[in-house]
């Protein structure tokens, strides 16, 4: 899944945090919702904008961003 297809990050949009597809709907949003325990299903029935791709956009995202974490070591 290539996330850049549909995450964009807008200064003035929701405070600059990543969004899907020039929505108002964040990744941060739709990954918590995911953590809760809502399905795929869920999530698209209460966002009727959102599309499948666009949640596994977010898990691309979220992963990427975990393997660019560095980690100190003491």
Known sequence: ???Q???VIEPGKR???PC???LRVTVYD???YLAAGMTI???LAD???LERDDILACLSFAAE???QTLVARA
Request: glycine share 12%; net charge positive.
């Open 30 to 32: 739709v990954l918590s």
């Open 5 to 7: 297809d549909r995450i």
């Open 1 to 3: 899944m290539n996330y």
């Open 65 to 67: 961003r975990e393997r």
């Open 41 to 43: 299903d869920e999530v």
């Open 15 to 17: 405070g600059g945090r």
């Open 47 to 49: 966002f009727p904008a």
């Open 20 to 22: 899907i597809r020039g």
